[in-house]
Structures are given as structure tokens and as C-alpha cells.
């Protein structure tokens, strides 16, 4: 785990020092120590991208500075302040102390310090994340509540801190810090023999299979697929009942159920995945709230439905959508 550490608004040397992040087990990779604040954006995504974990340290001045960095440079918009105090609301960045906060962002650890930090917080606990003896991993569809290794969760995964000479207890994990979704979905495709997928997609409108066919190799599993946005093609490709549309409309369990089935039929595939849902930011009722997307999994033998209601934009919500998809679609392939 190499770790970037930025600090803003302050003389370094009156911040944290540098050397309990070395006794805490952070490698750090690369250090910036930003006076000018109109550069955090660049020096965020830079530091970013060169590293494995991410932490600033701040002062109480460059906080809103550091807001606005987040959410336009990486879509989290869930702290606020309120005086010159940060908190939080809703999903988003959950705090560990006062001023502190953690987020897993795009796969990596980001934490928040006060440069002026108390003496009795719990440094070592904070940064076990970032710790070098330790990887990220993504465990997708378990009760972690009680894993005292589990530092975050959302909608989709648990992202799990865990001590590399005990990464093989959690076969379960469905992705690392290096494995895209689509990526371990390929890696059990290649274990399979000569499997095809399709899919079957109204909101996320290709998503799935675009995320899919981003790997190379690909082709000798992707059979294909159909974007089936409007009802009318619902009934006309993959075959739903159109009374079925009518009486419980396109985002349901049924309309998921029949969607995969049908993508099974249109393309003869061994297994298939279908999505419908509501992304918004209108077509909700007071039943179907924006977020909520029915997922449907279907192989010649065997058939799941699945429900979730995401949280975000438009664009977050297809997001999200796509990746479950693919996870799941894993997950149902490993159940054969």
C-alpha cells in the first residue's frame, strides 16, 4: 500500500509529523505540502493516481477548498459544513472522529486529519487502511458488520482492510485493488468451458455489456445482448408479457424475471443478466423510488432476481447499476 499524503493550508512542520504516519506502517509514496489552494484539484487527482491510498491533512480554512475538490473531482458530495465544522450526512464519508473522516473512493482509501490533531486520538487504528502490510479488497454480498477488518460499506460491496498473509481467508472477495469488475468476471469465465453471456439492459442501456466488453478476450464469452429501453422492445426482443408490463410495470421483479429469460432465448447464451430500473431524476412513484433497480440472472437451469435501491444521480445510479450487475452475474456463475 503506497500512500500520498497532501497537506493544506499550513507549514508541514507544525502539522502532523511525518514520522507517526512511518510508525503507523504507511509507505508513503509521494508528499505535497499546498499553500495555494487554487491547485488542490490537479495536485489531488495527480497524487491520486500515482498512489494506492490517499490522505490530507488540513486546516479549518482549507476544509471548504477540500469540499469542492471532492465533489467535483471525485463525486462525493456527502460532507458539508456548517460554521466553520465539518460533519456528515446521509452516505458518503463516515466519520471516526471529530475532523476525521474515511471514504473509499474509485477503489482506494481517503482519509481526512486535522493538522491540529488530539493527542489521545488512536493514530494506529485510523490508518490500518493504509497500512503497507495491507491490501483493499472489495467483498460483495456478505455480513461484515462484525469483521473487525470491515472500514467502509455501501450499496454495492464492503471494502475490507486485510493483512496480506491473510487475504487467502477471504475467498470470498470478489475484486482487489487490482481487479475491475468486469476483470474478475473474466476470470471466471476463462475457468469455465466455452460459457457465452448476454445481457439484457432498460436503464443502464448498454452499460453492462460496454463494462464487459472493456476487457480484451472478451469475445469468446460475450455473446451479445439487447437494450430493450422502451416497453415496446420489452415485448418485441426479449419477449416480456406486455399484460405483465401493464400490471406491474417495467420496473418490477417479473419484468426482471422475463428479461433474462428472454435474453437466454434471443441469444442461446449459457448465462444472462438483465437490468430495470428507475435512475431519475424523475419516473418515481410513492412504491418506486428513484434508485430502485430489479436485476434478474438467469441460466437454462436456474433463476434469481435481485433488489436494490441506489443511492446518488442519474449517472451514479446507471453506475452503480452496471457494476452490481456484473458482480452478481460472477457470483451466479460461481453458484453453478
Not at 514520522?19 to 490537479?42: A, Y
Not at 493483512?163 to 468476471?185: H, I, N, R, V, W
Not at 437494450?227 to 426482471?256: C, F, H, P, Q, W
Request: hydrophobic share 40%; glycine share 8%; net charge positive.
Amino acid at each position: 500500500m503506497r500512500s500520498a499524503v497532501i497537506y493544506l493550508g499550513f507549514d508541514v512542520d507544525k502539522g502532523i509529523d511525518r514520522s507517526r504516519f512511518f510508525e503507523c506502517g504507511v509507505d508513503i509514496c509521494c508528499e505535497f505540502n499546498l499553500f495555494d489552494l487554487s491547485k488542490l484539484r490537479f495536485v489531488s487527482k495527480l497524487a491520486y493516481e500515482q498512489s494506492d491510498g490517499l490522505i490530507f491533512v488540513y486546516s479549518k480554512k482549507s476544509w471548504p477548498d477540500l469540499q469542492k475538490t471532492m465533489l467535483i473531482e471525485f463525486e462525493r458530495s456527502s460532507v458539508f459544513v456548517e460554521g466553520e465544522k465539518p460533519y456528515v450526512i446521509a452516505k458518503g464519508f463516515k466519520k471516526l472522529d471529530d475532523g476525521i473522516f474515511f471514504d473509499v473512493v474509485y477503489d482506494k482509501p481517503v482519509l481526512f486529519l486535522p493538522y491540529d490533531l488530539k493527542e489521545n486520538v488512536e493514530l494506529n487504528d485510523i490508518l490500518k487502511p493504509f497500512n503497507s502490510n495491507r491490501r483493499i479488497v472489495r467483498v460483495f454480498g456478505k455480513d461484515l458488520s462484525k469483521d473487525g477488518f470491515c472500514v467502509y460499506s455501501d450499496e454495492v460491496e464492503s471494502i475490507l482492510s486485510v493483512p496480506m498473509d491473510k487475504l487467502k481467508d477471504y475467498s470470498f472477495a470478489y475484486t482487489d485493488c487490482g481487479k475491475t469488475p468486469e476483470e474478475a468476471l473474466f476470470d471466471v469465465l476463462l475457468s469455465k468451458d466455452k460459457v457465452k453471456i448476454a445481457t439484457a439492459e432498460s436503464c443502464t442501456a448498454g452499460l453492462v455489456a460496454a463494462r464487459i466488453a472493456n476487457v480484451p478476450g472478451v469475445s469468446k464469452f460475450l455473446e451479445g445482448g439487447a437494450i430493450t429501453y422502451s416497453n415496446k422492445l420489452k415485448v418485441n426482443v426479449v419477449k416480456v408479457d406486455s399484460n405483465l408490463l401493464y400490471r406491474v410495470g417495467a420496473v418490477s421483479e417479473e419484468v426482471a424475471h422475463q428479461m433474462a429469460v428472454g435474453a437466454l432465448a434471443l441469444t442461446s447464451a449459457d448465462y444472462a443478466v438483465s437490468v430495470t430500473g428507475i435512475a431519475g431524476p424523475t419516473g418515481a412513484t410513492k412504491t418506486k423510488p428513484v434508485g430502485l433497480v430489479w436485476f434478474g440472472f438467469a441460466s437454462k437451469g436456474r433463476i434469481e432476481t435481485r433488489k436494490v435501491v441506489f443511492s446518488g444521480n442519474r449517472r451514479l445510479i446507471r453506475d452503480k447499476s452496471a457494476r452490481f450487475a456484473i458482480l452478481m452475474l460472477r457470483s451466479f456463475i460461481l453458484g453453478e
